[in-house]
């Protein structure tokens, strides 16, 4: 079910040119704010949680996940070439979870990484906040990567659906409509984090451990088997 | 063989073959009203206009600008469904803190509708075919330009009309309404300018497909979300910090426009402790729009010298 020639190339694909700068950008930017908040010593729980959940868990992983998610197959549907790989003989869904695993580790690379860093250098290990959001970020950026993976495979438009989504979907509605945020991924996270983070810091995530666990192995299961089935119905067409 | 009129030099003994005559095949001169560069510059912006909402084009292109539009729209009716219903005697939401209420929808469109104004131009390497036509560098870039902005601007002050209507409809104090609303509209018309030169800078800069789009979007939100944060961090530690979120509000496109507008149009502050920035960082507020204006003007002039032929 993996195959390191496509694992190569989906590398090579995601962290080549521009892409890669633009990915670095964000983490960079926690870090920095993390850094510039502790040197003027204004770091304490209540703003790294807020940091944390705010900036990199509301806005840093879905980003990331919506460039690495997509970029893994996007633009090679895009510009057509996806045909010289599924003409070699390798199964689709053996490339579908290739580049799944490729997503998955630049998301967590880029995300759960710098979170677990820039934790630490707000409160060190206090009440195991920075663990408790690494591990948020890591769990969101499995469940994101199929999701925006999938959409890469169902729409050419995937870039701007996962933008909505995330954009949209978890800020907007999810503040409007108070349902909307059982089913967003990142209160999935938030509810991680509730459980491993010290009983002296609440997080008000709005799904509990249980069903957010399920709902990302859903999530994740089911995007990626779907994705596999649009990939092997796959039609090339041309550019509007 | 008789010598053709129709064929001067054709056909007579002392050319080598029939393959070096010229025909005449009748081509006509062009002797109506050329209608000239004005013309074009209207055409252009006419049409890049008409396709910021996909009039013109494929029912696909229509579905993501009406979208976003009634997505726009939604709230204004409900606020004014709501409004008329209870029999308040002021709207909920003030006109001009609809635009920043929204303002993911507004970079939404902005993303999606940006490039597709300026990028395929750029993808498909059409530029040239619009210079073969009597128009010059300014002309494209200020028709795009004027495009871009008068279709945000459509798309944010449609909504305020709607409240506005609702307003008077619930018999709310005219005067008042009326003038709300003549501020919110300048508010939204600042912040078409300041938007659609943002959004087609970056999508003239970057034509891949996709890669525009994802552009404009990290353009409006990393800064305005890592601003925000950080503004917050700023406020909580009082003292110094109070004043600081008023200049940090300067760091993005979206923080940008709400501190403009707390300061000059009377809108309530969107910053951390309703903070409205200082006289001194007003000013730079209002350099800084400016600035932005005049600067992708002539960024997307110094773009299309390169692309120009």
Known sequence: MYDPTVARLTYRALLGRRRAALLAVLPALLLLIATVVRVMDLADQDVAVNLLSGFALATMVPLIGVIAGTGAIGPEIDDGSIVYLLSKPVKRPTIIVTKLVVAVAVTMAFSALPVLLAGFILVGGDQQIAVAFALAALFASLAYSALFLLLGTVTRHAVVFGLVYALLWETLIGSLMPGARTLSVQQWGLAVADEVVASGVRLDADVSLGPAAVLIAVVTVAGTWYAGQRLKVLTLAGEE | ?309
């Not at chain 2, 008023?246 to 993005?252: E, K, V």
Request: proline share 6%.
């Open chain 2, 1 to 309: 063989m008789q010598a053709d009129p129709t064929h001067p030099g054709g056909g007579t003994s002392d050319t080598p073959g029939h393959a070096a005559s010229i025909h005449n095949i009748g081509y006509r001169s062009y002797e109506g009203a050329r209608l000239g560069r004005g013309y074009a510059r209207r055409s252009l912006f006419a049409q890049s206009l008409r396709g910021g909402y996909g009039l013109g084009r494929s029912a696909r292109s229509k579905v993501t600008p009406m979208l976003l539009f009634g997505i726009m729209c939604v709230p204004a009716l409900v606020v004014v469904a709501v409004a008329i219903a209870t029999g308040v005697d002021e709207l909920p939401v003030d006109y001009r803190a609809y635009a920043s209420f929204l303002a993911p929808v507004i970079g939404l469109y902005l993303a999606a509708m940006a490039p597709q104004s300026v990028s395929r131009d750029l993808r498909f390497r059409t530029v040239p075919l619009y210079f073969s036509r009597p128009i010059e560098r300014v002309d494209y870039v200020l028709a795009k330009y004027a495009a871009m902005a008068a279709a945000l601007f459509v798309f944010t002050a449609v909504p305020l009309l709607v409240l506005y209507a609702g307003a008077l409809l619930g018999e709310l104090d005219f005067a008042e309404q009326t003038r709300d609303l003549a501020l919110g509209l300048v508010s939204v018309a600042v912040l078409s300018l300041v938007y659609a030169g943002i959004g087609l800078v970056v999508a003239a800069l970057t034509p891949r497909r996709g890669f525009g789009v994802a552009a404009i979007i990290a353009v409006l939100t990393i800064p305005y979300f890592a601003v925000t944060t950080v503004q917050f961090i700023a406020s909580e530690s009082g003292g110094d910090g109070t004043a600081a979120v008023g200049w940090l509000g300067l760091a993005s496109p979206g923080t940008l426009m709400s501190g403009f507008q707390a300061k000059f149009l009377g809108a309530p502050s969107d910053f951390p402790g309703r903070v409205v920035p200082s006289d001194a960082a007003g000013l730079c507020y209002l350099l800084l729009v400016l600035a932005l204006v005049a600067g992708s003007y002539a960024v997307l002039m110094a773009r299309y010298r390169k692309a120009g032929l």
